[in-house]
């Protein structure tokens, strides 16, 4: 039987590993041919669009918060800015007033003169009710809105009060009181007049309407849960808004949040409301020097509201594309097992005779070169048996090519139970030719397979064909190579040695001549028992 031939050079040659680029080539094409890798992506790539989502949904939910903390802050500015310049108004009216009553002439001067000087300025400011000189008793002296003054005595209010018992009060702000003159509700901004003598000599007030604070604030929308107060610095509220029945001036110098206004001056935090348990972000501050607290709040909810829509829109998204996503991974990767399989599966056939189960002529060519290299660079020795079945021709002829396929069947499983080394490999190579390669078997290995092989052959039976123990019998021929020789030189000495196996009488195992012989090769001949 001829073997494809080499020299030593191209089995050299042969035995040079791929380059690096190959290698690296080989194993990105194994990886993505991996139903095991599509998988694993199919896995990891949806875990990954969700902890992208994640971190893309929290920035969206930071950027909700940065908008309500800018908007907060924005509009204490405007609110916080119109409220100090209206109050510094009244007050530099209120100075004005202390100031002019102390000129020479004036308190003198006509009614109607006087008042014009006095109150010159009081007609800037937004929302003034009205201004007012009242003696140290308490009675109405000067009117702005009326000459003569309206009869009015306010000795009973706070604000006087306090006038009269302090001298270095300076501007005082009341809480809210309902106006004796105008009738609606008002706070009172009021200074202390003093005689020559230091002695409390009366107050000069202005009312502010508290319709100020709602017109200032009205057209600002910050949702169903948000608010807008203004509080004294004892804690009353003189504003708030949206308003309720109760908002204002109710007290709240005890509660949490008002502690903290007074504590920290301005900045921001998030509470739960006293008023109705709502939580919400508040920013507040003090109106400019004067003892007024200004704060917006915004509910927590309606801040994240928008956010936690588009938060459900995006999840749902996600989870459906995540969902697409695995299921279509689980798919490819069972169709690229499928295919892997039926690959090995027609790989196998590929490389198996379809008769009897083992090797192919291809299969045992390529193993063969394998073996012999090996041989070759470890120095192991290397046996190969060459088997041909004695009389085939004799049992498809009497029998039938269906007992022949039987028959050799039943040879290739005696070849199975008698080459059982993980590395050994029995292979047909012909109609009723077989061959075993034995690496690293020596010459007394390979008799002990060889006679393995006649011990099971005689073994054989087929009683419906009338085939007994006994009948089926194969020749053997063995030669073992040390030396690194091709294969193809080991195969032709084995051949050899079946012939003279077939020469010598049939079913017996002939050896070939070791290689290290130079005289004319011994006819070896090992007649085996068959039972």
């Known amino acids: 039987m001829p073997m494809p031939t080499s020299d030593g050079d191209q089995s050299r040659l042969n035995e040079r590993?791929?380059?690096?680029?190959?290698?690296?080539?080989?194993?990105?094409?194994?990886?993505?041919?991996?139903?095991?890798?599509?998988i694993d992506l199919g896995v990891l790539a949806p875990i990954g669009m969700l902890v992208l989502s994640a971190i893309m949904l929290l920035d969206l939910r930071r950027d909700a918060w940065d908008k309500a903390e800018r908007?907060?802050?924005?509009?204490?500015?405007?609110?916080?800015?119109?409220?100090?310049r209206n109050?510094?108004?009244?007050?530099?009216?209120?100075?004005?007033?202390?100031?002019?009553?102390?000129?020479?002439?004036?308190a003198e001067?006509?009614?109607?003169?006087r008042q014009l000087v006095l109150f010159d300025r009081a007609t800037t400011a937004r929302d003034m009710g009205v201004m007012l000189i009242v003696n140290e008793n308490g009675d109405s002296i000067i009117d702005s809105n009326a000459v003569?003054?309206?009869?009015?005595?306010?000795?009973?209010r706070g604000y006087f009060q306090i006038h009269k018992a302090r001298a270095d009060l300076g501007l005082h702000i009341s809480p809210p009181v309902t106006s004796r003159l105008l009738g609606v509700p008002v706070i009172v901004l009021s200074r202390r007049i003093d005689k020559p003598d230091g002695s409390f000599g009366g107050v000069v007030q202005a009312s502010l309407r508290l319709s100020y604070f709602s017109n200032l604030v009205d057209q600002i929308a910050l949702g169903?849960?948000?608010?807008?107060?203004?509080?004294?610095?004892?804690?009353?509220?003189?504003?708030?808004?949206?308003?309720?029945?109760?908002?204002?001036?109710?007290?709240?110098?005890?509660?949490?949040t008002f502690k903290r206004y007074l504590a920290e001056r301005s900045g921001s935090f998030t509470g739960v409301s006293v008023r109705d348990g709502i939580e919400r972000y508040y920013a507040f501050t003090q109106v400019g020097d004067l003892p007024l607290i200004l704060n917006v709040s915004l509910g927590t909810r309606e801040i994240v509201a928008e956010w936690q829509a588009k938060a459900t829109v995006i999840g749902l998204a996600m989870l459906v594309l995540c969902g697409l996503t695995v299921s279509l991974s689980l798919l490819l990767g069972r169709e690229l097992g499928r295919r892997a399989t039926m690959q090995a599966e027609l790989a196998k056939l590929a490389r198996t005779d379809n008769l009897t189960g083992l090797a192919n002529r291809r299969h045992f060519e390529e193993a063969f070169e394998q073996a012999s290299r090996a041989s070759a660079r470890t120095g192991r020795p290397l046996s190969l048996l060459v088997i041909d079945a004695d009389h085939?021709?004799?049992?498809?002829?009497?029998?039938?090519?269906a007992i022949g396929d039987a028959v050799l069947r039943g040879l290739a499983d005696a070849l199975r139970l008698s080459a059982r080394r993980p590395n050994d490999l029995a292979a047909r190579v012909g109609g009723e030719e077989f061959a075993i390669l034995l690496p690293e078997t020596d010459r007394e290995g390979a008799l002990q397979v060889a006679a393995a092989i006649h011990r099971a052959t005689a073994a054989l039976t087929l009683p419906s064909a009338g085939i007994e123990p006994g009948s089926v019998s194969v020749s053997i021929g063995l030669a073992v190579s040390s030396a690194g020789r091709a294969a193809a030189e080991l195969y032709r000495r084995a051949d050899a040695a079946l012939y003279e196996a077939k020469s010598g009488g049939r079913n017996q195992t002939q050896c070939a001549p070791n290689e290290a012989s130079l005289h004319v090769p011994e006819r070896a001949s090992a007649r085996l028992a068959t039972s």
């Not at 590993?17 to 599509?38: A, D, E, M, N, Y």
């Not at 108004?89 to 000129?103: G, T």
């Not at 504003?239 to 709240?252: C, E, I, K, Q, T």
């Not at 085939?392 to 090519?401: A, L, Q, S, V």
């Open 17 to 38: 590993r791929p380059p690096p680029i190959g290698r690296l080539r080989s194993s990105v094409v194994r990886f993505f041919r991996s139903s095991r890798t599509w």
């Open 71 to 84: 908007t907060s802050k924005n509009l204490l500015q405007v609110i916080e800015r119109d409220i100090a």
């Open 87 to 106: 109050v510094e108004i009244i007050d530099l009216s209120l100075q004005a007033a202390i100031s002019n009553l102390k000129s020479p002439g004036v």
């Open 109 to 113: 001067a006509d009614p109607a003169l």
């Open 148 to 156: 003569p003054a309206r009869s009015l005595n306010n000795a009973d």
């Open 224 to 256: 169903q849960e948000g608010g807008i107060n203004l509080y004294l610095s004892d804690g009353t509220r003189l504003m708030r808004y949206p308003a309720g029945p109760s908002d204002v001036g109710a007290n709240l110098a005890e509660t949490p």
């Open 392 to 401: 085939f021709k004799n049992y498809n002829d009497r029998f039938g090519h």
